[in-house]
């Protein structure tokens, strides 16, 4: 490959630049990670592996190590090109997640209840609620 | 008949009764069949065949895609608007014991159709053309980051487009509206395809988004010429890089939302079912989550046109540079909490209501901010009041209104009362078709002698201009006052003793006054082609200040034959002003091959997408060619060739004297 680099086209493929970062076997383990903690949590829901609780705490462990597969194989994380500009992005990131979850935590919970309760739920959301 | 039914097994749910059978979807129908027909026969007796595919089907030269996504977005708002003027004669004369033209069910398919259309098709269209033709030009870059990735958005996008307008012809399109909120878009009150057909359209357009938006991303984040920081670029990239940012993080939960309605539909889960545990104010939550962002993902790069604009025709820089970067990412934050303002009625408590609507209250902040800053640009400017600056003026006063009229909704009490109403739906058209429409148009005027070598017929442009902006007023400003006595959006029959009617027919008569500026706009593109060689415009027509003007137009399919150089913001203007002259030496420019691969990614999708949407399991297969195209192209090293230094100069001279 002698061709003759133009200076700024192609910069971008990080790839080029930092071919450890990139390698088939990250993905591929990344991928099959990504299936297997999927299909797990799929599983789990669909025989009712677990009590109620136990199992929204399970889901929710299992999403946050998805997240973290994802991060490090596919994203690189920990093993960036240009640390700042990550940085940046992925704090980016991290805000935007946390207001798009804990939002919805926030609207749902206290749309549930408000609309959807029995009366004993509805009594444990109101000794919570200060201002009802 | 028996050799039927087994087709019929196989055809999955389709079948000729899936045909269209009354008079006015068979011509709606028969339209979108004969488009193409006709586009073909033109093609084939014109023997154009090959230069279509060879310039532009296989093209990664995102000038090319820019105006293919432009054409799609024309086309695209012709279907819009000829709903509209269904939607509004419906409206005018269905009062009382009249039933209008239109059945209940058809009238929904068309309001939910025409939201749709208009803003995945119409507006991103224009946005996505905009951004693909300029972004590049004003960073001084040759290409996006990933022009292979650039042109499968392109026809991820088309391969939507196709699809929705399918539905005209086979099947039915969604009743849901344009958001389809469940229960009502769930198979159990939406047993037909219509809904399978929105989602599947908007989802394979979606992720054509999504991908266009991280490749702009990093395209106006790397690939920068030397010398322009972040700080240096033109505000329309400024803007750009917002809305960008904005895909980025909010188009993932349009797919999301979407997939999963897919599975309540297809599978049977409950996501957002009443019974089995759902909750269907989830979906409404998530889509809004990303409904919300996706307003602004529109506004933005139209408020950066605006800022080009401005300065251009009032010959000043641009006031408030910083305050106007700063702004934007306040917009860009903003837009993030603020979306439950779209459904306070759902039953949350004041403290979630409040929250939501004092930021809401928030977000005009910074957008004032921008407001101010242009007039204070044009403050003693030397105004050049060119039909670009009048669609900006246009849009300042628009937006006002329909802004202030936003504030007003944000408190949840008065939101209350006019959710849902006519009220909403003339806030939300000001903002869209007085910020996003009327800031393309402004674009689309000032750019187009850079691509195409002559201006556009002023005098048309004016008449088209006056017929929207009139035509606008007359069309909404009724639908603020019919949505505080009480009439909802989507309504197809109402008593006539509510003495509505008259204001529906000053509506529907404004809609037809924008009709004819539509008609002005052709026009004045069919006049500007005829008159072309008597107003030609040469490179810089405006006197403008950004990079874009210094290439020889039309711009070579290279950009720039050697890249510019950039110390200060305005650096063309600069350059001009003291007349500096280019002496250094030419490179060798390194591009990309053209390869009808993205154009497979596209049409294999959408084959997959209308083999899910009518079950047809065997056909969606064929969805796999996507998988192996991707692989194979991800193979292959040779995707570029390279110009040599020698050729550039060539090339470059030729085109600076207008032989191209």
Not at chain 1, 46 to 52: E, M, N, Q, W
Not at chain 2, 449 to 478: D, S, V
Request: hydrophobic share 55%; with cysteine.
């Amino acid at each position: 490959m002698n061709k003759i680099k133009n200076s700024q086209t192609y910069d971008v493929l990080v790839s080029r630049h930092n071919p450890e970062s990139a390698s088939l076997r990250g993905y591929i383990i990344g991928f099959l990670g990504s299936i297997a903690l999927t299909l797990i949590a799929y599983l789990l829901t669909y025989y009712h592996a677990a009590g109620r609780d136990v199992l929204f705490g399970l889901l929710a462990a299992l999403a946050l190590t998805q997240f973290a597969v994802q991060l490090i194989y596919f994203l690189h994380v920990g093993k960036e090109f240009s640390p700042r500009l990550k940085l940046i992005v992925m704090s980016c990131m991290i805000i935007v997640v946390c207001i798009l979850v804990g939002g919805s935590l926030w609207i749902m919970s206290n749309l549930n209840g408000r609309v959807m309760p029995s009366t004993k739920q509805m009594t444990r959301y109101m000794n919570d609620q200060d201002n009802l | 008949m028996s050799l039927f039914n087994n087709l019929a097994g196989i055809l999955g749910k389709l079948s000729l009764k899936q045909f269209p059978h009354d008079p006015l979807t068979m011509f709606g129908a028969g339209l979108i069949v004969l488009v193409p027909i006709v586009i073909i026969a033109i093609l084939t007796v014109t023997k154009r065949w090959r230069w279509l595919y060879r310039e532009w089907l296989t093209t990664q030269d995102p000038k090319r895609i820019g105006i293919m996504y432009i054409i799609v977005a024309i086309a695209m708002g012709l279907r819009g608007l000829s709903d509209v003027l269904l939607i509004r004669t419906q409206q005018a004369i269905s009062v009382g014991s009249s039933q209008g033209i239109l059945s209940a069910s058809h009238f929904q398919q068309i309001v939910s159709a025409h939201g749709t259309i208009m803003i995945f098709f119409v507006a991103m269209g224009l946005m996505f053309g905009i951004i693909n033709l300029i972004v590049p030009l004003q960073i001084g870059a040759r290409d996006v980051a990933f022009p292979f990735l650039n042109a499968t958005s392109f026809w991820l996008f088309f391969s939507g487009m196709v699809l929705i307008n399918l539905s005209l012809v086979i099947g039915d399109f969604s009743a849901a509206g344009w958001l389809a909120y469940p229960p009502l878009s769930e198979l159990k009150y939406s047993p037909t395809v219509g809904v399978d057909y929105w989602i599947w359209s908007l989802e394979i357009a979606g992720v054509g988004s999504l991908l266009a938006g991280i490749n702009f991303l990093v395209t106006i984040l790397k690939m920068r010429v030397k010398g322009m920081s972040l700080m240096k670029m033109p505000m329309f990239c400024w803007s750009v890089l917002g809305s960008m940012f904005l895909v980025a993080f909010a188009f993932p939960i349009l797919t999301v939302a979407l997939t999963l309605l897919a599975f309540d539909r297809d599978l049977g889960t409950h996501f957002f079912t009443s019974g089995g545990g759902g909750n269907m104010m989830m979906y409404v939550n998530l889509i809004w989550a990303w409904g919300h962002p996706e307003v602004y993902i529109l506004v933005l790069p139209a408020f950066g046109v605006f800022s080009e604009v401005v300065s251009a025709f009032s010959r000043k820089k641009l006031f408030g540079y910083t305050s106007m970067v700063w702004a934007i990412w306040a917009i860009v934050f903003l837009s993030f909490i603020v979306w439950l303002h779209h459904f306070f009625t759902m039953g949350a408590g004041s403290n979630v209501n409040a929250f939501f609507g004092i930021m809401t209250m928030i977000i005009a902040v910074p957008t004032g901010v921008k407001l101010f800053n242009w007039l204070f640009t044009m403050y003693r400017g030397k105004l050049d009041l060119k039909t670009p600056l009048l669609w900006f003026i246009a849009f300042a006063v628009v937006f006002t209104i329909g802004g202030m009229a936003g504030v007003l909704m944000a408190v949840p009490p008065i939101d209350f009362q006019l959710h849902n109403s006519l009220f909403l739906v003339a806030h939300f058209h000001m903002m869209i078709v007085g910020g996003v429409v009327f800031g393309y148009f402004a674009g689309i005027t000032y750019w187009f002698p850079k691509f195409f070598g002559f201006k556009l017929n002023e005098r048309l442009g004016r008449y088209a201009f006056w017929c929207w902006l009139i035509g606008f007023l007359l069309a909404f400003i009724p639908l603020y006052i019919l949505g505080f006595m009480g009439a909802t959006r989507r309504l197809n029959h109402y008593s006539a003793s509510l003495g509505w009617q008259p204001l529906f027919v000053v509506a529907g008569i404004g809609a037809v006054v924008i009709a004819v500026g539509v008609g002005f706009q052709f026009l004045q593109l069919i006049f500007s082609i005829l008159q072309r060689h008597q107003n030609t415009s040469g490179d810089d027509p405006w006197d403008a200040r950004s990079l874009e003007w210094s290439l020889p137009t039309p711009v070579p399919f290279y950009n720039y034959a050697r890249l510019p150089a950039v110390t200060e913001r305005d650096a063309f203007w600069i350059a001009k002003r003291t007349h500096q002259i280019d002496t250094r030496e030419y490179e060798p420019i390194e591009l990309p091959r053209n390869t009808p691969l993205s154009m497979i990614i596209g049409v294999s999708i959408l084959i997959f997408a209308f083999a899910i949407v009518w079950h047809i399991w065997w056909l969606a297969a064929v969805g796999l060619l996507a998988a192996v195209v991707i692989i194979i192209r991800s193979m292959d090293e040779n995707t570029t060739y390279t110009i040599s230094a020698n050729e550039v100069m060539k090339l470059d001279k030729l085109y600076r004297e207008g032989e191209v």
